[in-house]
């Protein structure tokens, strides 16, 4: 069955780096783009970042534009997600989520298959 599943969240300073990674299983995973989200509490999901399926074009939020940086590895079938300078206005929990072939952008509803999620903390 197709599954997402997140990882690397935890506590992090303000100002560190985290690396959450998105592990993917039961369908082709090359032939899918891959985006990232989170959702804090009492807010709408927010779309991060995407990556294509070819990695031949990305997308970033404002929010994160600068300080995050998307990336896959097909033979692994596993999307990355290097987060640094984190701020206190980061913590949410992050998710993973795939549609066919190119990003849509950051609206969630255009997005197919989703993982659990993975919290981030941010704090000192």
Avoid: H
Avoid at 18 to 34: D, M, N
Avoid at 63 to 70: D, L, M, N
């Amino acid at each position: 069955q197709v599954q997402l599943v997140e990882s690397g969240g935890g506590l992090v300073q303000p100002g560190g780096s985290l690396r959450l990674s998105c592990a993917a299983s039961g369908f082709t995973f090359y032939y899918y783009a891959v985006g990232w989200f989170r959702q804090a509490p009492g807010k709408e999901r927010e779309g991060l970042s995407c990556i294509s399926y070819t990695a031949g074009s990305t997308y970033y939020a404002d929010s994160v534009k600068g300080r995050f940086t998307i990336s896959r590895d097909n033979a692994k079938n596993t999307v990355y997600l290097q987060m640094n300078s984190l701020k206190p206005e980061d913590p949410a929990v992050y998710y993973c989520a795939s549609r066919s072939y190119y990003c849509s952008g950051p609206n969630p509803n255009d997005y197919d298959y989703w993982g659990q999620g993975t919290q981030v903390t941010v704090s000192s």
